[in-house]
């Protein structure tokens, strides 16, 4: 089994949709939790940084931590052809810079116009 | 503007051939790490430095090696590349501090061995 699992897609939705991503996980040690955007031929791009379980709020992307249930979700709301790309969740025990990560596979997101 | 650059982008080469990926950040970053993407299996870590001269293996080190003599660079170093080193490379810098965390990863270096 792999330490973060990320269902890969492709998921379609309509342009104005609400878009939920979601990672599970094994380890519960881990405590830090991140989503990045990955375009085409694109290095990653770091969206949502948070820090145990709760929500975090950031324009119109939500990320949102379940410890108890090994979850994370990133909710995108009014989701825009521009938003078509990769998502990738990853997690750490002790943080983004101080160890390693581990990510998800990703899971491919269009949004058709 | 903060950037991590990489070079080359584009690299062919042959079995045993050794061969530096650089990687520069102009954002005074402590923390650089390198990963390496494949189809279904996502980014794993191959190094990661957290200063000048720190460095330390991440998932899959096998077969590359890295130096951190300056702050700005990390290079990646493939000694003597086989083709189950055929991926896409990224170099990432990053900072954390107290809740505050911000990383940058490079635009890709695509390697082929053959």
């Known amino acids: 089994q792999k330490e973060v699992e990320q269902d890969p897609g492709p998921l379609s939705v309509p342009e104005g949709a609400i878009v939920s991503l979601n990672c599970t996980y094994s380890n519960s040690a881990f405590q830090y939790f991140m989503w990045y955007r990955q375009y085409s031929r694109k290095g990653p791009e770091l969206l949502m940084y948070t820090y145990s379980s709760g929500n975090k709020e950031d324009g119109r992307f939500t990320a949102q931590v379940d410890k108890s249930s090994k979850y994370i979700s990133l909710f995108i709301r009014d989701s825009q052809p521009s938003d078509s790309a990769t998502y990738l969740c990853?997690?750490?025990?002790?943080?983004?810079?101080?160890?390693?990560?581990?990510f998800g596979t990703g899971t491919l997101l269009a949004v058709q116009p | 503007e903060a950037q991590v650059t990489q070079n080359p982008r584009y690299l062919i080469t042959v079995t045993g051939k050794k061969l530096t990926v650089t990687c520069s950040q102009n954002m005074n970053h402590e923390y650089m790490s390198w990963y390496r993407q494949d189809p279904g299996l996502g980014l794993r870590q191959i190094y990661y430095?957290?200063?000048?001269?720190?460095?330390d293996k991440g998932d899959v080190p096998e077969g590359y090696k890295v130096s951190r003599k300056e702050k700005r660079n990390f290079p990646l170093i493939l000694e003597s590349p086989s083709p189950n080193q055929t991926s896409l490379y990224f170099c990432?810098?990053?900072?954390?501090?107290?809740?505050?965390?911000?990383?940058?990863f490079g635009p890709g270096t695509r390697l082929t061995v053959t």
């Open positions: 430095s957290m200063n000048v001269e720190v460095t």
């Open positions: 990432a810098s990053s900072y954390h501090l107290q809740g505050s965390y911000e990383q940058y």
């Open positions: 990853a997690m750490s025990e002790y943080g983004g810079a101080t160890n390693k990560l581990i």
